[in-house]
Every structure is written in structure tokens, then in C-alpha cells.
């Protein structure tokens, strides 16, 4: 009988799957990066001005990718899109229960601490802030937690 891991790894054989095929993806990465950075969607400073209701700034970046994320949604369903691999896109609506409420508010309560969203912390590293370093090992110590006490959480 093979291993879960063994499942995978042929799994990612018989896609192709391999560093060059998914170079793609990080050179997409570094490309928002680069945008987040000159953007100033990534700055400490910008986070701390939304939070504190000082600077439309954030608002506008972070209302323009919900826009952009509905309609390219909806032109998705529509146009019945597949992935790249072929496959169909599934869309499921998932019911708001207090664990999303709780995690939603853990989730803001840590981005208005450390003044950073967890996508562009490694971004805030690159940019010279090795001090986020600590959130990051902080978010993956959380995400650790989670996973062990995820059976005992409200869902």
C-alpha cells in the first residue's frame, strides 16, 4: 500500500509538475512584490494610517481588489473558465459561523499589531524590516497551533 506522500509525488509526475513549471508562479510573486512595495501597499506606515482612519489609501487598494476579485469572479462563472490544468472551477458558498467571526477578528487584531498583513511580510523582510521576521515565525507558530487545536475550535 503507498504512502500519502508517495500518491502525491506521482501525482506530481504524471502533471509535470516540476520547478520549472511552476517558475511561472514565482515570477508572478516577485512581479506583485515589486507592485506592493512601490505601491506602498506594504508600508507600516500606510497599515497604521487605515486603522486609524487617517488615509483613504488602503481603502481604495483594498476596495479596488474586491471590485476586481467580484467581477473577474462573476466573467469566471459565466465564461465557465477552467484552470490550467483543464479542470472545472467548483464554487461553494460557505455559511458565516462564529469560528470565521473569531478567526476574522484574531487575523485583524494581529495585521493592526504588527502593521502587516501576512502576504507582504516576506516583502517587508526583502525590504530591509528584518524585524517582521518575528511576525512571520509568529504566524507560522499560529498557523501550527491552529492546526493542532483545530478539532477543538468552533467551525
Known amino acids: 500500500m503507498k504512502n500519502i506522500n508517495e500518491e ?8 509535470g509538475e516540476s520547478f520549472i513549471a511552476n517558475l511561472k508562479y514565482v515570477l508572478v510573486g516577485v512581479f506583485f512584490g515589486i507592485v ?3 505601491a506602498e501597499i506594504i508600508s507600516w506606515f500606510r497599515i497604521q494610517e487605515m486603522f486609524r482612519l487617517t488615509s483613504f489609501h488602503m481603502y481604495g487598494v483594498i476596495g479596488t481588489a474586491v471590485v ?3 467581477l473577474s469572479t462573476l466573467l469566471m462563472k459565466k465564461f465557465k473558465v477552467k484552470t490550467l490544468q483543464g479542470e472545472e472551477v467548483i464554487y461553494s458558498v460557505r455559511p ?3 469560528g470565521n467571526v473569531i478567526g476574522g477578528l484574531l487575523f485583524g487584531l494581529g495585521w493592526a499589531m504588527t502593521g502587516a498583513c501576512p502576504g507582504p511580510l516576506y516583502g517587508l ?3 530591509g524590516f528584518p ?3 518575528a511576525a512571520i515565525a ?3 507558530a499560529g498557523t501550527y497551533a491552529y492546526g493542532l ?3 477543538k475550535l468552533p467551525h
Open 8 to 15: 502525491e509525488g506521482a501525482n506530481h509526475q504524471k502533471t
Open 125 to 127: 523582510v526583502g525590504s
Open 149 to 151: 487545536l483545530r478539532d
Open 96 to 98: 458565516l459561523d462564529k
Open 131 to 133: 524585524v517582521f521576521l
Open 138 to 140: 509568529s504566524a507560522i
Open 36 to 38: 506592493f512595495v512601490k
Open 68 to 70: 476586481v476579485a467580484t
